[in-house]
């Protein structure tokens, strides 16, 4: 039996819904049970937990023959790094009490830094902690920055008449659609072909650069020539603080920026079929970022 935590999640959802149509057991962890009842319906079975709670992941590990792990995201969190701290010693604890054998988790590049990245820095104590287990094997997928971010531009195109944000817009970014990670996650899962502590990234389809992203969005929307603009941190922190994000969170995303903007962060294997996924850039703007933007331009 397979355990997948942040189930309902862009990733989750997708690893749990590729091993449940492998024929596999999967338990899938979330919050509540309500949010589980579609997976509970193609099979899976649900448990709610809290993924702080040691005591109810190891209830929701125990019997796993692998399990796939993550930090979920709260963009609300006004102290972002301790909820990370708390939610790793958790998964910890309960891998420790179960005596899981094999664990995929969901890193990023730049994860191998020991500071400056944000809310990186949260998975690279992840990744040291899971390390420590010597009786684990554990993969830590490092992903490349996920296109979903950029579903935050619907809003911006559409006040603003272009794309803005805090990426250098020539910055070349290994971009990845989740669904590809999660589909890369289940494999991995399935054949279990990974020995004590291993990293492998995951890169997406190619690199991509901020403006090549508001080219590919222009010419689905209608608007070619779209332009990305970069703005000064002192611009993006309120606009992000407006849109619900804590303070400390915009903080710890700007300084993931600049770390990504100035080459610290960065992937560091060479592109590979292994690492290079299938999805595109322009195949996520068809799939998911157009009927989003034609969702909130009806909507306007
Ligand atoms: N954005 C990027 O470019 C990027 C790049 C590389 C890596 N990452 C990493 O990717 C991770 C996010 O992955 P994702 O997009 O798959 O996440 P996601 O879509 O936000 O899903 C997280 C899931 O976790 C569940 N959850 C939230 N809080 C929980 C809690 N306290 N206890 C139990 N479950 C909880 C939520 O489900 P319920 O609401 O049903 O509980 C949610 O569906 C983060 O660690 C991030 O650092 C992000």
Redo the contacts with the bound molecule.
């Keep these: 039996m397979y355990v997948v935590?942040?189930?309902?999640?862009?990733?989750?959802n997708v690893v749990a819904e590729a091993l449940l149509s492998r024929g596999e057991k999967v338990r899938v962890?979330?919050?509540?049970a309500e949010?589980?009842k579609a997976l509970a319906a193609k099979g899976a079975e649900p448990f709610a937990?809290?993924?702080?709670d040691a005591a109810g992941l190891a209830k929701a590990f125990a019997g796993a023959k692998a399990v796939y792990v993550?930090?979920?995201?709260?963009l609300a969190s006004s102290d972002y790094p301790s909820f990370q701290k708390r939610?790793t010693d958790a998964i910890v604890a309960a891998l420790r009490s179960t005596g899981v054998s094999h664990a995929v988790t969901?890193?990023?590049?730049g994860a191998d830094k020991p500071d400056k990245t944000g809310?990186?820095l949260?998975?690279h104590y992840l990744e040291e902690e899971l390390n420590r287990i010597d009786a684990l094997n554990v993969l830590h997928l490092r992903?490349?920055?996920?296109m979903?971010?950029t579903l935050a531009q619907t809003g911006i195109i559409q006040n603003m008449g272009m794309a803005v944000g805090p990426l250098h817009p020539d910055l070349k970014l290994p971009m990845i659609a989740?669904r590809d990670i999660g589909e890369a996650a289940a494999d991995i899962l399935l054949s279990l072909d990974f020995r004590q502590k291993e990293t492998r990234e995951l890169l997406g389809q190619r690199d991509i650069s901020m403006s090549e992203v508001a080219q590919s969005i222009g010419s689905a929307i209608g608007k070619p020539g779209l332009r990305y603009i970069q703005a000064p941190d002192e611009q993006v922190r309120p606009a992000l603080v407006q849109l619900g994000v804590s303070s400390n969170m915009a903080g710890l995303l700007l300084a993931m920026s600049a770390s990504l903007n100035s080459g610290y962060m960065r992937a560091l294997e060479q592109r590979s079929a292994k690492n290079t996924t299938p999805t595109s850039y322009e195949t996520f703007v068809r799939e998911q970022f157009l009927p989003q933007y034609r969702g909130k331009s009806a909507a306007a």
């Design positions: 935590a942040g189930a309902t999640g862009h990733t989750g962890i979330g919050r509540t949010r589980l937990a809290d993924l702080a993550m930090l979920p995201p709260n939610v969901l890193s990023s590049i809310p990186v949260g998975l992903a490349g920055y996920f979903e971010n989740t």
